[in-house]
């Protein structure tokens, strides 16, 4: 089995972005669109012509776009933690996994989905993020505890100060 038969497994395979956007259109039109993806093309002056002029210039909302199909429309089990960070059109669907019926939408579940989202990013941002609760900083250094007072290593200007200071 090779890798070229399982990319022919891809729902993406051979469907064009207009095709794309026109199937999820006619299917769940514009307004479950933006409430489950959150793009504007899709809210503003909503059209099919539109709204692929923006995917085509912007690469993280066609692959928002392109998952949402895959995982909505088709109904294929989620992808896995490899294959989190592939674009969807470069995933590789196993044999056993065949596209579905297209998920149930609505908009009340689209504004459920959204008040998760908003309760984890808050809860995020209040623990300073997946990092700090690591014990990291943004630069993967280990933080130490501030209330021991400032030391060398967490003193920014240290490098720059006269040794005559110290």
């Known amino acids: 089995m090779s890798d070229e038969i399982n990319y022919k497994n891809n729902p993406l395979n051979g469907v064009g972005l207009k095709a794309l956007v ?5 299917h769940y039109g514009f307004e479950i669109l933006h409430a489950y ?4 093309c899709f809210k503003t002056n909503p059209s099919i012509a539109s709204s692929i002029k923006f995917l085509k210039k912007t690469d993280w909302a066609r692959e928002k776009v392109e998952a949402f199909y895959m995982y909505q429309y088709k109904s294929l089990p989620p992808v896995s933690s490899e294959e989190f960070h592939i674009p969807p059109r470069d995933r590789i669907v196993p044999d056993d996994q065949k596209p579905g019926e297209p998920a149930e939408l609505s908009l009340e579940d689209a504004e459920k989905q959204r008040e998760k989202r908003e309760k984890k990013a808050t809860e995020y941002s209040k623990g300073g993020g997946a990092r700090h609760n690591k014990g990291k900083n943004t630069r993967g250094q280990h933080h130490q505890d501030s209330s021991k007072g400032p030391t060398k290593s967490n003193d920014p200007w240290a490098r720059w100060r006269n040794k005559s200071e110290d």
Do not use: D, M, S, W
């Not at 026109?22 to 006619?26: A, F």
């Open 37 to 40: 993806l959150n793009l504007n």
């Open 22 to 26: 026109t199937e999820l259109v006619e």
